[in-house]
């Protein structure tokens, strides 16, 4: 497994010190900004970096993904929403 991130990511991470990301370390962090925002080659770089196990904790750990990635990874890994942080979080947070 790598240890950093690939440079082509480093503007999905404009809010964090983008060299101090670890990928075991931060991977829910990782997963889900890359669900978010990295289009395609970031979900390639996720399914090539992380096991299925990550992702799913990433998927029930995790409130930021976007409602549309969250529906998503729920019918893929077919979890229930009880199962997933996103659809815990309280109703009354609108999606940023």
Do not use: C
């Not at 390639?44 to 299925?52: A, E, G, L, M, Q």
């Not at 979890?79 to 999606?95: C, H, V």
């Amino acid at each position: 497994m790598m240890h950093a991130v690939p440079e082509e990511f480093r503007p999905y991470f404009w809010d964090t010190d983008f060299e101090s990301l670890d990928l075991k370390k931060n991977g829910p962090f990782i997963i889900s900004r890359l669900y978010n925002k990295g289009g395609a080659r970031g979900i390639n770089f996720v399914h090539h970096t992380y096991t299925d196990d990550d992702i799913i904790h990433a998927v029930k750990t995790r409130r930021d993904f976007h409602p549309i990635v969250a529906n998503y990874l729920r019918q893929k890994y077919h979890l229930t929403e009880s199962d997933m942080a996103y659809y815990r979080m309280q109703p009354t947070i609108p999606w940023r």
